[in-house]
């Protein structure tokens, strides 16, 4: 049985702090965010590194705060690839010297980085792309949605790449859904890709094919609203199982698929209940995980 190495690096007095462990020199791959212990992400690296013989750990840089320093003091601790979660999608991109590929630049924001090493003048050579976008978009393009109407729930990060892609599959109608309509309206990358832009309060009075919710909300419990005649939920936030176990289920992982490692959000299990397509936040994770892979690897798969 292989052992998921879960480390949890915490930014302690402007320097990182490695929790559960002495610092280590091998080379390293991770996730930055904020409050971020619930992620699955440590089990689906740290086994696909596994399975390919790859000599490398994924952990987690959980900082309150973000800022330039964090990536700086990452590379030279021999990480070489992270992805980027809430609230530092978009936080990201003012990274110094940043080579955004054409679909972060399009979404607006970044999920996933690749360190390169130094140019001649010892700057870091750093990549970026959003495999969130790529994920969602390869879903939305083998389902025919073009004509549909939707409605998206969010202003974050997820949401940029959901805008994206529903508008790469010709989608017919978009509204963005969010808690303070002025301050979105502002934001100009948001404007131009939607149709119209309403309260989250003003979900319930309307109508759409389909529903995403690209906000954390559901990961405590809460159930969202939404519009009326939905037939398709997409629900971005997964909650891992109760019962599984980190440390055993690595072992349990014998073929190309992982076995159930979240239960359904309450979002979900209502869709289930009415009889609704439905695309969850794991699918939506392993998906973006492949394109995160095959990005720091230049087209490995992960298997």
Same mark, same amino acid.
């Given at each position: 049985?292989?052992?998921?190495?879960?480390?949890?690096?915490?930014?302690?007095?402007?320097?990182?702090?490695?929790?559960? @462990?002495? /610092?280590?020199?091998?080379?390293?791959?991770?996730?930055?965010?904020?409050?971020?212990? /619930?992620?699955?992400?440590? &089990?689906?690296?740290?086994?696909?590194?596994?399975?390919?013989?790859?000599?490398?750990?994924?952990?987690?840089?959980?900082?309150?705060?973000?800022?330039?320093? &964090?990536?700086?003091?990452?590379?030279?601790?021999?990480?070489? @690839?992270?992805?980027?979660?809430?609230?530092? %999608?978009?936080?990201?991109?003012?990274?110094?010297?940043?080579?955004?590929?054409?679909?972060?630049?399009?979404?607006?924001?970044?999920?996933?980085?690749? /360190?390169?090493?130094?140019?001649?003048?010892?700057?870091?050579?750093?990549?970026?792309?959003?495999?969130?976008?790529?994920?969602?978009?390869?879903?939305?393009?083998?389902?025919?949605?073009?004509?549909?109407?939707?409605?998206?729930?969010?202003?974050?990060?997820?949401?940029?790449?959901?805008?994206?892609?529903?508008?790469?599959?010709?989608?017919?109608?978009?509204?963005?859904?969010?808690?303070?309509?002025?301050?979105?309206?502002?934001?100009?990358?948001?404007?131009?890709?939607?149709?119209?832009?309403?309260?989250?309060?003003?979900?319930?009075?309307?109508?759409?094919?389909?529903?995403?919710?690209?906000?954390?909300?559901?990961?405590?419990?809460?159930?969202?609203?939404?519009? %009326? @005649? &939905?037939?398709?939920?997409?629900?971005?936030?997964?909650?891992?199982?109760?019962?599984?176990?980190?440390?055993?289920?690595?072992?349990?992982?014998?073929?190309?698929?992982?076995?159930?490692?979240?239960?359904?959000?309450?979002?979900?299990?209502?869709?289930?209940?009415?009889?609704?397509?439905?695309?969850?936040?794991?699918?939506?994770?392993?998906?973006?995980?492949?394109?995160?892979?095959?990005?720091?690897?230049?087209?490995?798969?992960?298997?």
């Amino acid at each position: 049985m292989h052992t998921v190495i879960n480390r949890v690096i915490h930014r302690e007095n402007d320097d990182f702090s490695l929790k559960g @462990g002495a /610092y280590c020199e091998q080379i390293r791959y991770g996730l930055l965010g904020r409050a971020i212990s /619930y992620t699955l992400s440590p &089990v689906i690296y740290n086994t696909w590194f596994a399975r390919r013989k790859i000599d490398a750990v994924f952990d987690l840089i959980d900082v309150p705060n973000y800022e330039h320093t &964090v990536l700086d003091e990452a590379w030279q601790r021999g990480y070489r @690839g992270l992805c980027v979660t809430i609230p530092y %999608k978009t936080r990201v991109m003012s990274y110094p010297g940043l080579v955004l590929d054409v679909v972060a630049q399009s979404v607006g924001a970044a999920n996933v980085l690749r /360190y390169d090493g130094n140019d001649d003048l010892g700057h870091s050579i750093v990549r970026a792309t959003n495999t969130d976008a790529l994920a969602i978009d390869d879903i939305f393009q083998g389902m025919g949605i073009g004509g549909a109407t939707a409605v998206v729930m969010g202003a974050g990060g997820a949401a940029l790449a959901t805008l994206w892609a529903l508008k790469q599959c010709g989608i017919g109608g978009l509204t963005l859904a969010v808690r303070d309509v002025e301050k979105v309206e502002k934001i100009c990358s948001v404007t131009k890709c939607v149709d119209q832009i309403v309260s989250i309060e003003s979900l319930s009075d309307m109508c759409a094919d389909i529903f995403i919710n690209a906000t954390s909300l559901g990961r405590k419990g809460e159930t969202p609203s939404m519009p %009326k @005649g &939905v037939s398709c939920i997409v629900d971005w936030v997964y909650q891992p199982r109760e019962d599984r176990d980190l440390l055993s289920s690595l072992g349990l992982i014998i073929g190309n698929d992982f076995p159930a490692l979240t239960q359904p959000t309450p979002l979900i299990q209502m869709a289930k209940r009415q009889g609704l397509s439905v695309i969850d936040g794991e699918s939506l994770l392993i998906g973006q995980a492949r394109r995160a892979f095959s990005f720091w690897f230049d087209g490995f798969c992960a298997n």
